[in-house]
Each structure stands twice: as C-alpha cells, then as structure tokens.
C-alpha cells in the first residue's frame, strides 16, 4: 500500500518537531534491532523493500478475496484427508477442540506456540476440562508454570532473567537452584520429552496457509512444533482465518521474510508443511490431522478501513523496533498482541470492549519504524491515525488527550528529556521496564505508572493538538 | 458448526462488498527472494557446506568421515534407516557403531545420533529436506542428539523456490536449517532444545 498524503505529512511533521528528539529515539531504537533487520537488507541490498511491498500486496489480495481462498484451503485440506472446521469465536474454537479430544479418547495435549490460542485461552479451558495442556515452547512453557502472560509475541519472556526462570525450575521441581541458560534447557528438554512422548494430541497453529494445496507451514526453531506431530496419535491446527496465502509459491516468499525480519535468520530452523495425516509406512506421527479455522472478531476487522492489520505475520520486528514498546514492555499493552501491531489489532480485536484498549492507538510517537521493517509492509501509524480518530468518535474516555494510558508511555518514550525527568522522581525507577518487569508483576507495573504525575507542556504536546486541530479541519 | 462456517463466510463477504475494488495479485519473479550476498563457490555442495556451517550445521563428505566423526564423538550407538543400513555398514569406519533400525520409543533417549534420507537439501541457505514417504522414522530424524541426513548429489537444490516447487505430494515435509536452538533464555544462543544439537548433512 502505497502511503497515504496524511501519513507522510504527519511523518513529516513527527520529524520536523525536533531532530534531536527524533534522532536519539530512532537511532537508539533502530541500532538494537539492526541484528534483525540488517539480515533482510544485508542479503537483498536492492531489493529488501521489493520483497516487503510484494509479500504485503499478496497478503491484501488474499484478504480482499478471503472467501475464495478460504474455502479453496477447505477444499484441499479435505481432499488431503484432514478434517476442517470453523469457529465464530475463541469460545467456539475451545469446545470444538474439546470435542476433537474427547472423540479421539485423549486427555493428554502437547502445545506448540499459537497467538490464537492465546486469544482463546485454550490451555486454561482445556485444563478446566479436566485435560492436560503442556506449553513446549521454552518461553511459553515458562510463561505457563509462572502463570504470567507473553510479554513479545516471538520471545515471550522477554521480560524474564535467568534467575527468576532459575528460582521457577527449582519450585516446580525441575532441579536444584541452577541459572546457567544451558542446564535450563536441558532440564526443559527432559521435562518436556517425557510428555511429548506420553501425549494423545499435538497442537500447532500456523504461520501461513496455502489454499492451492492446503498446506500449513509451521516454522519454529526448538523443533517443538516437530514433536507435537512425531510421538501422538491426533495433530490439531488452530488457526486464524487470515493466515491464508493463494499459492505454496507465496509460502517460499515469505519465509524468506518472517525469519529475517523476526530474528535474523536467512531461514527459522524449521519450516514444516504439513497438508494432512502422516503417510502409510510412517511408524510416527498423527493418523488423525484437523485444523480449526478461527474468526473471533477478524472478519469484522476486515470490515474497517484497519484490514491492512490482517496482513500481520506476526514476526515480531515492529515490537523490536518501537521505542514505546522498548520503554513499555508487553504487559503494558493488557492484551495477547503487544508492540505496534497490538496498539492496532488488540482494539480491534476487543469487539465492544473497544474503549477499554482506545489507548493503545496513541502508544505510538508514529516515527513510521514499524512500517519500514514490516515484513508485509503494514502502514501502522496510519491505521494507529484512524483508530484515534475512531476511538474520538466513539468518545472512548482513555483515548483523549492527557490521560495516561498507554499515551504517557509514548510521550515519555518519545521525549528523551520527559523520560529523563521521569527517572528521577519518587517512583521512577519502577518506570524502567527491566526493573519493573523483574520486580513486580505486570499489573503492578501498570499501576505503578498510571500513578505517575501527568506529563506536562512540551513540544509533544503541542504538536499533538496543532495536529489535532489540523486534522478535525 | 456448520453454522459457523455460514456465518463466517457471509461475514467475509459482508465485509469486502463495500470494496470498489479488490487488490490484485503482485507480479513477482521467482528470482526475486533468492539470495546472491555470498561468496562465489566452485560447487553447488561448497556453497551449501558455507551455509550450513553458518547456522552450525556439519557438513561432512561421505560414509568413511561420517564414520569417523560419529566414532570421534563416542557416538558409537544410533538408529539407521533399514534402506541406508547396508551402505553404511559396509563402510569400515562403522565397525565400532552399532546401528538399529527399528526405532524403540520406549528407549527413546539410547540412540546417541539417528541416520536418515535428505530427501533434498537446499545450497543458498544449508537447509536438509525431509519429507515423510523417505523419511524412515519421524523420531529417529527428531529424538537423538545427533541428526544425520544423507544427500546424494543430485538432490541437491540451489533455493528456497527450487525446493518449493519440489514439495510435491508429501503430506510433512520439514526444512531442517542447522541445530535445533532456542535464545529465549536472556537472548543466549542455546542449541538442541527439543530437537537435535548436532544437525550434519552427509554427501554420499
Ligand atoms: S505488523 Fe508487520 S512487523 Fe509487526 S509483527 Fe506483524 S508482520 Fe511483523
């Protein structure tokens, strides 16, 4: 999508307010996650945006004919042997995989990493119901035996050291008190062979889907994703309706892009395709394959001038490279997708719970980073302008201007000097996220700096209503 | 929940009926994402030993060096696949490796390494294709410390686009690109996580 004239004049204006504040925010912010994004521009140094804009234009021309593909997918993964269904919501996605396991004679679930079922709370319902749902990814699994929440959507716990995974091991019994990374996972390893081993059912979601074949490509770099689908009987997909893609040439597209743009990596160590039940002659793996097609809210999504956020692959480079999230950590955006793409999708995704998260919009300095390194070239900090005017229409309380809310965080994140300021007063020092995170808990966190006095004056601000009155002109 | 599936489609077509029009789909060149930034090799096989040994995969040449790197490593008990056991048996440097080629479950964690089919590999980014009609046992490739794929030469892809449009018909195909790992942990770099921590590609 080509830019809108709005978002190059606000651009420019965010860039005019003053160099300095600009240039410390996104140099600092671009130099930590050059890792990442060098990959992409080190191995296509012509052709880097090239590849964002086309992968992007793909995923829209699938969104904007999601009803074809969507049910050509259907078609193929039947005709592949693999059972297809369709939930409006995440409570309906939970009881038909309920309904899959009691069927199957299962009470034993292995999970690999899926945002959806994190939007489901599928691990916290099963095991209401009596079933038993292991986390296997390293991050999730640990975010599971601390009962916290991700804080990233590619590293979930970010927000954690070593030494509180250390001191969480030792309480659940995995060994004494250890904080070397290397003995952490090999007790995880341990612990987890044991119940992939002893698993009914593998759980995965998907990272995209071709509807050409059918195929769900699955891309992890624990092999995780691999061993929900090599020791159990039953492989469930859960997957969001807008995971689609029209071609598996699409698919070889984009993996070059989500691990580049994710963490670096030319490729993620593994990419699985996997289009049905495992082959006769195979000892291992499911006989039985069905994948769960989830809306839960997306089509009204697509219904908004915000569809472009549809496009998300959710590789995680935006969170990295916004300063706001930098400062803020994940916990601060309350909902399953932090950073950028959250401050776009969580309000959206609330439904009627909208004005609730109508702050998130407004946790952005709309620098235009999260575009830039944008794998599917997502115009986030236009669609971040019409939710705020979204949020101004429906009068959203913590979406006006002063309120603190995730506002306060991007005005401080992007005014090295407010921020400085805010260290030094009485409770600054809980407004490091490191500290925060490490110390207390996220709500507590949030608490804690909803509580700081409210942010005065300041170019920002000023800005911010001339941009104001611009924009209601 | 066929009412769901009614539902979600007329919602889809709800949403996108208001669109004047709908995006097309971009022209693309299937050249387009593969990657050139590398040094220049001779051979397809060098440049895909450089890439593989950037993600710390081992690339080896033959049964003999595999032998002796098994042997080297006190890996001296694995899982083989019944296809590849004669060819590599007859290689002198297994004598001291005992090879079985039924894959027992139950002592899962016995077998230090497991050799099965590369049903591919791909030069521009050290990647090993596995795909499950060759792929003799889905534990042995996955469980064992060690992994070791056997490539033989013709099957070695120069891309990701190459080997996409060889995926065929296989129902699981995996592209193994170098150990299993993780950074999770403080962002440190900790390989075989719940995968192998030696991932070796052998040309025979
Ligand atoms: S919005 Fe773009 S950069 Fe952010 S997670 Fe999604 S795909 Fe990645």
């Known amino acids: ?473 | 929940m066929n009412d769901d599936r009614d539902l979600i489609f007329s919602n889809i077509r709800k949403a996108l009926e208001p669109l004047p029009e709908r995006a097309p789909y971009p022209e693309w060149d299937a050249e387009m994402p593969i990657c050139r930034e590398h040094p220049e090799f001779a051979e397809r096989w060098d440049l895909y030993a450089y890439k593989l040994q950037q993600v710390n995969g081992t690339p080896l040449r033959g049964l003999k060096a595999l032998g002796e790197w098994l042997v080297a490593a006190g890996q001296t008990f694995g899982y083989c696949d019944p296809k590849l056991v004669d060819e590599v048996r007859a290689e002198p440097a297994f004598a001291g490796i005992t090879l079985e080629t039924e894959f027992d479950r139950a002592r899962v964690d016995e077998y230090l390494f497991g050799i099965t089919l590369a049903s591919g590999a791909i030069a521009e980014t050290g990647t090993v294709i596995l795909k499950d009609k060759e792929t003799s046992a889905r534990l042995g490739a996955l469980a064992p410390w060690t992994h070791v794929a056997i490539l033989r030469p013709e099957r070695l892809l120069a891309s990701t686009a190459e080997a996409i449009a060889s995926l065929g018909d296989d129902p699981s195909v995996i592209w193994a690109t170098g150990p299993s790992k993780t950074a999770d942990v403080e962002g440190i770099l900790i390989e075989g996580v719940h995968g192998p921590g030696t991932q070796i590609c052998c040309l025979v």
Request: charged share 25%; aromatic share 6%.
């Open chain 1, 1 to 473: 999508m080509t830019p809108t004239k709005t978002q190059q004049s606000i651009d420019k204006f965010a860039r005019d307010i003053d160099a300095e504040v600009h240039d410390s925010v996104w140099g600092g912010a671009k130099k930590t996650s050059e890792a990442r994004y060098a990959a992409l521009e080190r191995d296509f140094p012509e052709t880097a945006d090239k590849l964002r804009e086309t992968a992007g234009k793909i995923k829209q021309h699938t969104l904007e004919n999601l009803d074809k593909y969507l049910a050509q997918a259907e078609a193929s993964l039947q005709a592949n042997g693999a059972q297809v269904h369709f939930a409006r919501d995440g409570d309906r996605a939970n009881e038909i995989i309920l309904d899959i396991m009691k069927q199957a004679g299962a009470t034993r679930m292995v999970k690999a990493k899926s945002m959806v079922s994190e939007e489901t709370e599928l691990a916290h319902f099963l095991e209401k119901n009596g079933m038993s749902c292991v986390e296997t990814d390293l991050g999730e699994f640990i975010v599971q035996i601390d009962h916290d929440h991700p804080s990233h959507i590619v590293k979930p716990i970010i927000h954690k050291n070593r030494r509180q995974i250390a001191k969480s091991f030792e309480r659940e019994g995995l060994g004494e008190y250890d904080d070397d990374p290397e003995t952490i996972c090999r007790r995880a390893r341990k612990f987890l062979r044991d119940k992939f081993l002893h698993a009914d059912v593998g759980l995965t979601g998907a990272n995209f889907v071709s509807a050409e074949s059918g195929r769900l490509t699955i891309v992890t770099n624990e092999g995780n994703a691999r061993f929900c689908m090599a020791a159990n009987r039953v492989h469930i997909a859960i997957v969001g309706i807008e995971k689609l893609v029209p071609t598996d040439r699409d698919l070889g597209l984009l993996l070059n892009l989500i691990g580049r743009s994710g963490t670096g990596q030319q490729l993620t160590v593994y990419s699985q395709f996997i289009k049905g039940p495992r082959t006769e002659g195979q000892p291992h793996g499911p006989e039985e394959m069905h994948v769960v097609f989830v809306d839960n809210k997306r089509t009204e999504v697509l219904a908004t001038n915000c569809r472009d956020i549809l496009r998300c692959i959710r590789c995680g480079a935006c969170l990295n490279v916004c300063p706001v999230y930098r400062q803020a950590s994940g916990h601060a955006y309350r909902s399953v997708y932090p950073g950028p793409v959250g401050a776009v999708l969580s309000p959206l995704l609330a439904g009627s719970r909208f004005p609730e998260l109508a702050d998130l919009p407004k946790a952005s300095s709309l620098c235009g980073a999260c575009n830039e390194v944008c794998p599917v070239n997502i115009p986030i900090p236009d669609l971040l302008l019409r939710l705020r005017d979204k949020a101004k229409r429906e009068g959203a309380k913590k979406a006006s201007a002063g309120t603190p809310g995730m506002g306060m965080y991007a005005l401080l994140a992007s005014q090295p000097t407010a921020w400085r300021g805010a260290m030094s007063m009485g409770k600054a020092m809980n407004m490091t996220p490191p500290a925060v995170m490490n110390i207390v808990p996220a709500a507590a966190a949030w608490q804690s700096a909803r509580q700081l006095p409210p942010w005065r004056g300041g170019k920002f601000r000023s800005w911010m209503k001339t941009r104001k009155h611009a924009h209601d002109a």
